[in-house]
Each structure stands twice: as C-alpha cells, then as structure tokens.
C-alpha cells in the first residue's frame, strides 16, 4: 500500500520559513541515503506531517524543492572545515582537503548526487550546485593565503583556476578506493595539485 501523505495531519504549525527549513532538512537526511532523483516527496511529506500539496505550496515543482536541498546539503557538506590561524598556508590546505575526503567517505551517495548531475539534470539542481562551488572559490583562496594583486585578469584566471581544481578533486575523490590507495598518500598528492595549480596560474600572468 502507497504513502497516503494527503491524509497525514499537521503536526504542529510553522511559520512558512520554518516549514521550509524543515522540509529541506529532511531532504538533506534523505539525501544521505540515495540520489536526489530517488527523493519521494511523498515520504518528505509524511516525514514533516504535512500533505504532499502544502509541499507543493512552499516548493511550486518538484525541480524546486531538489535545487533547496542541493544547496543546502552542498553548502553542508562541500564547505572547508575548520583551519588554524596559526598553520602555514600549506598545512591549512592540507586540512581543508583530508576534511574532505573524510567526508566523502562517511556520505558517499550523498556527495556522488550532489556531484554528478543530481536531479537528471534539472537545470535547477544544475544551476544550485554551481552556486555552491562559485560560493567555495574565495574560501579557498583566502584559507590559501592569496591576495589580489589588483590586475584583474590574473585574479580571475586564479578564480577560474580553483573552480576547475574543485571540480577535478571531487571527481578524483569520488573515483577513490581506500583499499588501493592510503588516504594520506590522496591528501598530499591533492595538496600538491592545488598549490601547483595556483603557482601555474601565475606563472601565465606574469609572462603576458
């Protein structure tokens, strides 16, 4: 017998910010556990003790509501874990990137959704994980310890840099298998990378 989420009675009343937060928590939870795709919005629905059309109230389309939590779970789970002042810039970096792998780790599918095309490519959910990368290119570059040199073309270079970098180490994390390779060994391979890519960046700036 299906969810009969219409049926469910309110369990408490919210404000219709809070109702959204809630519903966008349980399908952070959810998404922990399957591919954003595979969310039902019958069992977010039944989860928050609502009906699956005051769902529809606070996210009008189903790509609507799979962009919300997108965002949310990917400024939760792709954001750079806490650094020491004190550390050098190498050593913060290095931090930066074992939280990550950590992380993949512990939530694989749900990194692997947010990653790789969540929603089947709903432009939404497309659009919303952008966001959440453009929104980690000046964390980095400050944990990095970059300062703009005020010529804007190498700054953007070095932007446009570290965004490709974020995208090549989540796929290289993904493709990761802990039994063949030791974690330090992907850490420091990783943190070389990055460093290097930025001594690149430049190196190009510098001989235009």
């Not at 369990?11 to 039902?40: C, F, K, N, Y």
């Not at 570290?162 to 330090?184: F, I, Y």
Request: proline share 3%; hydrophobic share 45%; with cysteine.
């Amino acid at each position: 017998m299906g969810i009969t989420s219409e049926a469910v009675t309110p369990r408490l009343r919210m404000s219709g910010d809070d109702r959204r937060r809630q519903l966008v928590e349980i399908g952070w939870t959810l998404l922990q556990r399957r591919p954003i795709h595979e969310l039902a919005l019958d069992e977010v629905a039944l989860e928050a003790g609502i009906s699956r059309s005051l769902l529809f109230h606070y996210f009008p389309t189903k790509g609507d509501f799979y962009a919300a939590v997108v965002e949310a779970a990917g400024a939760k789970m792709l954001k750079p874990v806490g650094v020491k002042d004190g550390d050098t810039p190498h050593e913060r970096i290095r931090s930066l990137i074992d939280g990550f792998v950590r992380l993949v780790e512990r939530n694989r599918v749900g990194y692997t959704s947010l990653v790789r095309g969540a929603g089947g490519g709903d432009v939404r959910v497309v659009e919303a994980m952008a966001r959440v990368r453009d929104a980690l290119v000046p964390r980095w570059l400050a944990v990095a310890g970059f300062e703009s040199t005020g010529d804007e073309c190498h700054d953007a270079l070095v932007r446009l840099v570290v965004r490709g970098w974020l995208v090549g180490m989540e796929e290289t994390v993904l493709a990761w298998n802990p039994d063949t390779l030791d974690r330090a060994l992907l850490v420091d391979y990783l943190t070389e990378s990055f460093q290097s890519q930025l001594q690149v960046a430049a190196r190009c700036t510098t001989a235009s």
